[in-house]
Structure formats: structure tokens, C-alpha cells
């Protein structure tokens, strides 16, 4: 194999829209892809080190906690749920997480996806539905 051919992880995930992040047991980020910044709007030596729950919307704290405990209990592997974030801006956004829990390296191992947009169109839907334009 050609050495150029060689891509080390971290450029790949680097290359990716989403977020990946990796969080300890105990709460704190490891580790975030260069999405991160782009999501979220902090960039990764602002939160490396940093407890992840400072950064969820605090309405999201106990889904977010449940989500957790059920990976770190063993009830489940892998986890799919959607919670919100703020990000630096302090606009509110709408993630949708795919998770996975390591045992042998003790972290979850989190992509995140943004699905501020989809959330948006999906709330004028439904006014839509309840709502007509003679009436209101």
C-alpha cells in the first residue's frame, strides 16, 4: 500500500457532517470531531475535558440521564434518542444521537446529527393540521 493511500482515523472523521464524540464514564468528552464545531459551535479545546451535560438544554437533562443509565446498565448496547443542545450561540438545536456503549475502553461512543431543521418543518405540519386558514 502506497503511503498516501494510508487515512488515519481521525482525518476521516474529520471528513463527516456529523458530530462524532466519545464521553467517559463519568460524563466528560474525550474526544470530538471536527463537526462538532460545526453543530454545536464550540470548537474541540473548549470542550474536551468538560462534563457533556452542561452543553444539553436543561429541559433534556433527565432524557438525556435516562438514555445514559440504560447504555452504562447494560440494558441496552446501542441507543438511538433525540434530545436539545445549546450551542455557543445560544440557539437551541434538536439532536438525534446514535450511541454505543465500550466496555473494554469505558466511553460511549456518540455521533450526532442535526435535525433542527426537520423539527421545524415537522411543528408547521402540525399546525398545519390543527389549524385552518379561514377559521385560524
Avoid at 18 to 29: I, Y
Avoid at 91 to 106: A, E, F, G, N, T
Avoid at 110 to 136: F, P, S, W
Amino acid at each position: 500500500m502506497i503511503k498516501n493511500e494510508l487515512i488515519e482515523l481521525e482525518d476521516v472523521l474529520d471528513l463527516m457532517l456529523d458530530a462524532v464524540c466519545v464521553v467517559n464514564k463519568v460524563g466528560k468528552f474525550v474526544f470530538v470531531s471536527a463537526a462538532f464545531e460545526q453543530i454545536f459551535g464550540y470548537k474541540a479545546a473548549e470542550v474536551v475535558g468538560k462534563p457533556m451535560i452542561d452543553y444539553v438544554y436543561k429541559g433534556d437533562h433527565n432524557k438525556t440521564y435516562n438514555a445514559v443509565a440504560s447504555l452504562l446498565s447494560g440494558e441496552t448496547t446501542h441507543s438511538r434518542f433525540e434530545n436539545r443542545w445549546v450551542r455557543k450561540d445560544g440557539q437551541i438545536i434538536h439532536i438525534l444521537w446514535s450511541v454505543c456503549w465500550s466496555s473494554d475502553h469505558q466511553v460511549r461512543i456518540a455521533v450526532a446529527h442535526d435535525i433542527t431543521e426537520r423539527k421545524k418543518m415537522e411543528e408547521q405540519l402540525y399546525y398545519m393540521a390543527g389549524h385552518d386558514g379561514l377559521t385560524g
